[in-house]
């Protein structure tokens, strides 16, 4: 069993439609990050959570430490959100998800 | 602020050859993380450094090699080439190690071994 499960693997979504992402993780954890991968391979920080609600704009993390769960939301989505979405835990090391191909239409 | 850059961006190598990628963190940056990137595997982590000292390695072979340089540069080197090799290979670089500290990606080294 991976360390890091992200769910869903694959999600389209309708332009305006509310989308969540989860993540959960085994190991323990100083922080969580949530990555935002465009084709090309660049890859931004979206969020680092340690606990709590983080919000930016349309997106929203939340983390819950004693279920070791998270999830990202997006509001409103719109088709430039169209990315693999990549949940990170940070230990020792950093450990990845496999990634959520989020592909939203107009 | 120059954002995170990686040299080169595209490179071609055959098998048993060995290359040097190179990763210039943001300014003021003093923590430099390198990952493999592959579509079997995902993202992996290769190592961290941190005032040109190892902080922590991934669990790959000893063909992967890394190092810092005193204004925080840092250079990974792969030895003796092998197909599965082929990947994107990304540094960050964040504010200092023992964190958490935000990381700030390059856009990657996209590495073919033929």
């Known amino acids: 069993k991976n360390e890091v499960e992200q769910s869903p693997q694959n999600l389209t979504a309708q332009e305006g439609e509310f989308i969540t992402i989860n993540c959960s993780y085994s190991?323990?954890?100083?922080?969580l990050h949530w990555l935002q991968q465009h084709p090309g391979g660049g890859i931004v920080s979206l969020f680092m959570l340690s606990s709590g609600k983080k919000k930016h704009g349309r997106l929203i993390a939340t983390i819950n430490i004693q279920e070791k769960h998270s999830s990202l939301h997006i509001t409103a989505s719109h088709p430039r959100d169209s990315a693999v979405y990549i949940c990170a835990v940070e230990g020792n090391d950093m450990r990845f998800g496999a990634g959520t191909r989020l592909t939203v239409k107009p | 602020k120059a954002g995170v850059t990686q040299t080169p961006r595209y490179l071609i190598k055959t098998r048993g050859q060995q290359v040097t990628l190179s990763c210039s963190p943001i300014?003021?940056?003093?923590?430099v993380s390198w990952y493999q990137q592959t579509p079997g595997q995902g993202l992996q982590f290769l190592f961290e450094?941190?005032?040109?000292?190892?902080?922590n390695k991934g669990n790959f072979p000893g063909r992967f090699s890394g190092r810092q340089f005193s204004n925080s540069r840092s250079e990974m080197n792969v030895s003796t080439l092998e197909l599965g090799d082929s990947a994107l290979y990304l540094c960050?670089?964040?504010?200092?190690?023992?964190?958490?500290?935000?990381?700030?990606f390059g856009p990657g080294t996209r590495l073919t071994v033929t």
């Open positions: 450094y941190f005032s040109e000292t190892q902080r």
């Open positions: 190991v323990g954890i100083s922080a």
């Open positions: 960050a670089s964040s504010l200092g190690t023992g964190g958490p500290y935000e990381q700030y």
């Open positions: 300014s003021g940056h003093r923590s």
